[in-house]
């Protein structure tokens, strides 16, 4: 069984950084891949970034690349999502999520995942 805990967010000023951490537990195959995920009021759920348990592979949205940094910790069972440069726009609660392997699907879609954490929230004041 998979478990997922996001924490790390908070009440930043525009132009901070926040590193969001995902502690996993039960993910037994390199193949799964862990995203980040997002949804503000009113909105849609949207895809962030992801990666391959392996690390082989990471997945951006286009504008958060070069902006948000997903990595792991393999040791520590943990994804992390650096964010730099925050814009009132990145106000959203942030939700970790898990691909299984064998699964089709894209890694940038909402319904490919069937795990999810509770979230956590990040507002970004102008």
């Known amino acids: 069984q998979v478990q997922l805990v996001e924490s790390g967010g908070g009440q930043v000023q525009a132009g901070d950084s926040l590193r969001l951490s995902c502690a996993t537990s039960?993910?037994?195959?390199?193949?799964?891949?862990v995203a980040w995920f997002r949804q503000a009021p009113g909105k849609e759920r949207e895809f962030v970034a992801a990666i391959r348990w392996s690390g082989s592979t990471t997945y951006y949205a286009e504008p958060e690349r070069g902006r948000f940094a997903i990595s792991r910790d393999g040791a520590k069972n943990t994804v992390y999502l650096q964010m730099n440069s925050l814009k009132p726009e990145d106000t959203a609660v942030y939700y970790c999520?898990?691909?299984?392997?064998?699964?089709?699907?894209?890694?940038?879609?909402?319904?490919?995942?069937?795990?999810w954490g509770q979230g956590t929230q990040v507002t970004v004041s102008s």
């Open positions: 999520a898990t691909k299984p392997p064998g699964i089709g699907g894209s890694a940038y879609s909402t319904s490919s995942y069937n795990n």
């Open positions: 039960g993910l037994t195959f390199s193949t799964y891949v």
